[in-house]
Structure formats: structure tokens, C-alpha cells
T-cell receptor
Framework: GENVEQHPSTLSVQEGDSAVIKCTYS??????FPWYKQELGKRPQLIID?????GEKKDQRIAVTLNKTAKHFSLHITETQPEDSAVYFC???????????FGTGTSLTVIP | GAGVSQSPRYKVAKRGQDVALRCDPI?????LFWYQQALGQGPEFLTY????????KSGLPSDRFFAERPEGSVSTLKIQRTQQEDSAVYLC???????????????FGPGTRLTVL
């Protein structure tokens, strides 16, 4: 089955700086890659996603890039704010399967 | 509109007890997923329903875990003879489309935190 690895596990940045979180996946059949933000004790919420037919997608301060050849995708947050502090999960969804395979999460702390 | 809801939000069980966790998906959503999230980890797949049919239960860790969705809406995850290793947050997610379809966004509930003493 699919194996998703996520790095780093923890990340601290100064307010206003950029944050980058990277994920790799193993199954070339994966073609949908969502990113979820989970605040402490709350549900995971989708913040951005990308499909395999595009290489980059941007939504205001958040962007995701996908390299299908290398099987990796990354989340970029610019101009970070304290409210960006949370755990971020990447996931991969093989077209042949039903489930999402999640990474182990990145705990992002934005220091005011 | 209303999102995915789960109940109870917190459950404490003594080892050996049976528990039942409920998920109310978004109305009209075809897909329903259960995930187990251990502390500090990402959600791990347990089982998947398309309407009332349980199409994938490959993630259920043992035969003590059982899930149903008899009318294609509300789902219940039951754990029999709970063990300490069952302690985790159990997340339910629903999707508008049938699973396996590219880009079927999953909407998560708040989870049930199960603690087995």
C-alpha cells in the first residue's frame, strides 16, 4: 500500500517568515494530495489540495507544489501568523483505493 | 450547513468493556470513513462505507472492531472487550462522492477520544 513520509516533525518560525513542510509518497497511482490543519483538540480541516495533473496551486498565503516524478509534494506558508500554529498533515489518495494515507504530522509554531 | 458530528466526544472505558462510537455524516454524503488517530500521529484508516455497504475493512486492527451503517447515513463503530492499546481518537469523515474517485474531499468530525483504563 501507499506510504507517506512527512518532514519535519516540528517547525518553529518567526512571525512573518515562511514555513515549508515536505512529504513523499510511494505509490505512483496516488493522484490526489490534500493538506489538513488540525488545531489542538479539534478536527482536521482541509486547507489546500492538489491533483496530479497540476504542479502547483496557490491560495492566498498557502501554496502546494507537486513533483510526480520524484513523488514528493510540499506545503508553503508565507507571511506566517500566530494563528497558523497547528499540526499539519499531508495525505495521498491512490485512485485505486478509498482511503487517505496520512503523514505523521508537522507541529508548526509561529513565534510572535 | 451542519458538518460531521460524533458522539460521545470523550469516552472512558474499563479494560474489557464494550464501547459504541457514533458518527453523523453530512446529509447526502455517499462515503463514510473511520480513522484511528494515536497521540502525535496521523489518522490511520480503519474502514470505508459507500452508502450502507462496507466496501473496505482492511484497517480494522482485530475482530474486536466492528462498524455498521445500516441505512446509509449514521454509522457506529463498536469495539468489544476494549484493551489499553485501543486508546486513541476515533475520527469519522464523510465524502460527497463514492470513494476511489479522484479528489473526493473528506470532511472530518471532531472525533471521539477513547481512554481505556
Amino acid at each position: 500500500g501507499e506510504n507517506v513520509e512527512q518532514h519535519p516533525s516540528t517547525l518553529s518560525v518567526q512571525e512573518g517568515d515562511s514555513a515549508v513542510i515536505k512529504c513523499t509518497y510511494s505509490d505512483s497511482a496516488s493522484n490526489y494530495f490534500p493538506w489538513y490543519k488540525q488545531e489542538l483538540g479539534k478536527r482536521p480541516q482541509l486547507i489546500i489540495d492538489i491533483r496530479s495533473n497540476v504542479g502547483e496551486k496557490k491560495d492566498q498565503r498557502i501554496a502546494v507544489t507537486l513533483n510526480k516524478t520524484a513523488k514528493h509534494f510540499s506545503l508553503h506558508i508565507t507571511e506566517t501568523q500566530p494563528e497558523d500554529s497547528a499540526v499539519y498533515f499531508c495525505a495521498a489518495n491512490p485512485i485505486t483505493g478509498n482511503q487517505f494515507y496520512f503523514g505523521t504530522g508537522t507541529s508548526l509554531t509561529v513565534i510572535p | 450547513g451542519a458538518g460531521v458530528s460524533q458522539s460521545p466526544r470523550y469516552k472512558v472505558a474499563k479494560r474489557g468493556q464494550d464501547v459504541a462510537l457514533r458518527c453523523d455524516p453530512i446529509s447526502g454524503h455517499v462515503s463514510l470513513f473511520w480513522y484511528q488517530q494515536a497521540l502525535g500521529q496521523g489518522p490511520e484508516f480503519l474502514t470505508y462505507f459507500q452508502n450502507e455497504a462496507q466496501l473496505d475493512k482492511s484497517g480494522l486492527p482485530s475482530d474486536r472492531f466492528f462498524a455498521e451503517r445500516p441505512e446509509g447515513s449514521v454509522s457506529t463503530l463498536k469495539i468489544q472487550r476494549t484493551q489499553q492499546e485501543d486508546s486513541a481518537v476515533y475520527l469519522c469523515a464523510s465524502g460527497k462522492l463514492a470513494g476511489g474517485y479522484r479528489g473526493n474531499e473528506q470532511f472530518f468530525g471532531p472525533g471521539t477520544r477513547l481512554t481505556v483504563l
